[in-house]
Each structure stands twice: as structure tokens, then as C-alpha cells.
């Protein structure tokens, strides 16, 4: 009991397990995912159904979109973005290792006749002979990954860019690694069963890592006959961090703002996007 307590207090050393594919693919817990997604009032997930709608429109225009531009949605989840832009005929790609959530995105693509590339992978390990005039990777998704990782995606980016296209993506920030406390708390089925179908102990563990502005939400859940730990982790960021971890793959940040539907950077929102291009297709 001692040693298992010890485990669940355990500080790991920053980014050294990645449980991705373990939260968003457990048949039970992606279950539980798209129902966060598919719901329109809160924010889980995916964002409202309101900013949603906001922020494709803002897309669409910001960047110019017509029926001759091809889109990227890296971790496109359930399609609500790709399905948005593809109304608006928009060429879109859907990138996701979430079989429920692809299936689910799919399925409203035939209902809708809609013309979606949906791909099932690991966008890690993405590779296409295309080109893309926008990449976007909304709610956050970059701030789970490792400096090693961001930088593999960031190239990978890079590379995938078309003549003048452009990356949008969302980050949490520095005002937010501030604000989180470390803690610990546990609860039986905690989340209320979100994270298995079966009784469970939950205990979540906050870790705050300030010499690098990293947070983790360290999730023990404890199951009758299993024991597994799901490491969420926060990278948080000052602008010029992101500035310098694209200018080191090529990529210029042209543009700082407080969302990806177009509001101003605020220095105390929790979150903030931007837009960045290619260096040398400036
Ligand atoms: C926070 S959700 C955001 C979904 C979507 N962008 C939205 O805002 O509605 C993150 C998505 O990224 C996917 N994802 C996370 N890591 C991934 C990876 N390494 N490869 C492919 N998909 C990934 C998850 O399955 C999930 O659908």
C-alpha cells in the first residue's frame, strides 16, 4: 500500500511517458472523449459549438480559403472543424488516431456528402507526397508534447507547407502555468466513470515544473484487478518561446493572437494562437 502511495506521488521527470494514445484511444475513455466533443456547451475537448462556428468562419477568411485550398486539421478529433470547412469547400485532410472519433467524423461526412480525407494515424508519424495552403492543431494539442516531439512536428510542418501557406495553432500560456496549483486529490470514479466502466480509485496529481513552465496532470486510476497512470501534460509559453521553437524549424511567427477565431492577444488569457509561415516563402 506504502509503495503504491509512493507511486502515485511520484514527480516524473518532464515528459518522460507519453500516454496519448492511452487517453484518446482506450475503447472506454474515447468513448467517453466524444461525448465531451459532441458536447456544444461546454468547453472539453473540443471547444463550444459557438466558438466553433466563429472560428471556422474567422479561417475561412483570415486565410482567404476557396474550393482551390487544402487543409490539414492535425488531431482533427471528431471532424468538427474538417466538416465546417469542407461546407465551405475547402479541401480538407483530418489527421487523428482516434478510431471512435474517426468513425464518428466519417459517418457525418457520408450523412453530409461531404469530401473529407480522413486519416487514421499517429500525426507524429505522418507522411504525404501533398501540400497544404493551412495547417491548423486546435485546443491545445502542441502543449502535450515534448520539446523533441514539437520540434519533429514543427519540421514535419515546415516541410508540408505549400508556396505562402500558412500553421495556425493555440497554446496555453504563461499567465496560466501562474495561476495552477500543484495538489493532489482522489476520488472514487473520479470524473464519474470517465475513466473506466468498472469501480475505480482516481487520484490526480499536479505537478508544476516552473524552471521550464510545464504542468502535469498525473492520473493514477486504481481498478480492481489494474493499475495504470495517464501523464497529461501542459507545456505553457511565453510568445517569443513559440517564436524561437518555429524560427528553429524554419517556420516565422507572423502573427500573435488571443484565439483561433481572430481576438487579440490578451498577455493574462489563459491561452493565445498563432499564425506562422514558411521563412523563406515570405
Ligand atoms: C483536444 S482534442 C482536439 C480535437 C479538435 N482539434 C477540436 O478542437 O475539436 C485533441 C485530438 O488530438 C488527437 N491526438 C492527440 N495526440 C495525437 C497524435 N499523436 N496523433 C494523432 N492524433 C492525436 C486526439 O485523439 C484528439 O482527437
Not at 474515447?30 to 466553433?52: K, P, V
Not at 469501480?199 to 521550464?212: C, H, M, P, S
Amino acid at each position: 500500500m506504502y509503495d503504491i502511495l509512493l507511486e502515485v506521488n511520484r514527480r516524473p521527470k518532464p515528459f518522460s511517458e507519453y500516454t496519448a494514445r492511452e487517453l484518446w484511444t482506450d475503447p472506454h475513455t474515447s468513448e467517453q472523449m466524444l461525448a465531451y466533443h459532441l458536447n456544444e456547451n461546454i468547453d472539453a475537448a473540443s471547444r463550444n459549438l459557438g466558438f466553433i462556428e466563429r472560428s471556422v468562419k474567422w479561417i475561412v477568411s483570415h486565410f482567404g480559403l476557396t474550393s482551390e485550398s487544402r487543409v490539414a486539421d492535425f488531431g482533427c478529433g471528431p471532424g468538427l472543424y474538417a466538416q465546417r470547412l469542407a461546407r465551405a469547400d475547402v479541401k480538407v485532410t483530418g489527421l487523428d488516431f482516434s478510431t471512435n472519433s474517426l468513425r464518428y467524423a466519417r459517418r457525418k461526412a457520408t450523412d453530409k456528402n461531404l469530401d473529407i480525407n480522413y486519416v487514421e494515424t499517429d500525426y507524429l508519424e505522418y507522411n504525404t507526397d501533398c501540400c497544404f495552403d493551412l495547417i491548423i492543431m486546435i485546443m491545445c494539442d502542441f502543449c502535450a508534447l515534448s520539446p523533441d516531439q514539437r520540434s519533429l512536428l514543427l519540421n514535419k510542418f515546415h516541410s508540408l507547407l505549400a508556396d505562402g501557406g500558412a500553421v495556425l495553432l493555440d497554446v496555453y500560456s504563461s499567465s496560466m502555468f501562474n495561476r495552477r496549483e500543484e495538489g493532489a486529490t482522489y476520488e472514487e470514479n473520479l470524473l464519474n466513470g470517465f475513466w473506466s466502466a468498472d469501480d475505480y480509485f482516481g487520484f490526480l496529481n499536479t505537478f508544476k515544473y516552473g524552471d521550464v513552465r510545464l504542468l502535469l496532470d498525473k492520473y493514477t486510476i486504481v481498478e480492481r484487478n489494474r493499475t495504470r497512470q495517464v501523464f497529461n501534460w501542459l507545456q505553457c509559453f511565453e510568445p517569443a518561446e513559440v517564436k524561437n521553437e518555429f524560427d528553429c524549424c524554419g517556420l516565422q511567427v507572423d502573427e500573435l493572437l488571443g484565439d483561433v477565431a481572430g481576438n487579440p492577444y490578451d498577455p493574462d488569457a489563459d491561452e493565445f494562437a498563432v499564425v506562422a509561415r514558411s521563412k523563406e516563402g515570405n
